[in-house]
């Protein structure tokens, strides 16, 4: 929300909501219906820009993948990861980082009557290990839906393991813009790596002193909008300069 607020403020933004779980198990290719539809009906003709953060930037690209020529330019904010490397890595920084006992809190949660409250009781106490020095709390409005991230998770793992992300993003030929956190524990370069050998209009920037939310960091916070707006100037016909 915090993003689509900011670009707003030059763009015609449409930030979609998420489909929650229910009696069939979520999939990656049904959030990928959800957003076609959005686009079906609030963009008719045209092929928006897609910014997506951590597994929305991850949504980005498959859903590019599965339509081609559907959308313009794609901005990659903090994603994560596609390869086993990739995730191992991501795995022992977070581990390296936890304080003692998030493994329990963690663990709590999920087997809680009601695990969506009780990770979002916890998520304020999660942004430490993905953080650099955030400006302030969580402020808007977030739910959680613990069993939809687990079958969405499960999906997408299952897809990669079996080699379809990320050969499959070859497809996409339109530009794409990837801004990392210096010290976000998903690995940067090691995903950038796993990307460009089949999406060579790839472009990275990383941000110094900067963890997994870059429009929260306080030492980020300003580059980050500054490479977000003057990049989309660039690659959308028509839109206002930076």
């Not at 402020?139 to 379809?164: L, M, Y």
């Not at 920037?205 to 990049?231: I, K, M, N, Q, T």
Request: net charge negative.
């Amino acid at each position: 929300a915090p993003v689509a607020r900011e670009l707003g403020r030059d763009y015609r933004v449409f930030e979609p909501l998420q489909r929650r779980s229910g009696d069939i198990p979520l999939t990656v290719d049904q959030h990928i219906a959800d957003l076609h539809e959005v686009i079906k009906v609030h963009c008719p003709g045209e092929r928006p820009a897609l910014v997506g953060s951590s597994w929305g930037a991850m949504l980005a690209l498959a859903f590019a993948a599965a339509h081609p020529g559907t959308t313009g330019p794609l901005v990659l904010i903090g994603s994560g990861t596609f390869t086993d490397e990739s995730s191992a890595e991501f795995h022992r920084v977070l581990d390296s980082r936890a304080a003692p006992g998030v493994d329990d809190r963690i663990r709590a949660a999920a087997e809680a009557t009601d695990p969506d409250a009780a990770f979002a009781a916890i998520a304020s106490d999660l942004d430490a290990p993905y953080s650099f020095d955030l400006l302030d709390s969580r402020t808007d409005n977030e739910w959680v839906d613990a069993r939809g991230n687990r079958e969405t998770n499960d999906d997408w793992s299952r897809r990669r393991t079996a080699g379809e992300f990320p050969a499959s993003f070859a497809a996409i030929k339109q530009p794409v813009l990837m801004i990392h956190g210096a010290v976000d524990p998903h690995p940067g370069p090691m995903i950038r790596d796993s990307l460009l050998p089949v999406m060579p209009r790839l472009e990275y920037v990383e941000l110094d002193r900067c963890g997994h939310y870059p429009w929260r960091e306080r030492f980020a916070r300003d580059r980050f909008y500054e490479v977000l707006r003057s990049w989309l100037a660039k690659h959308l016909p028509g839109t206002p300069a930076a």
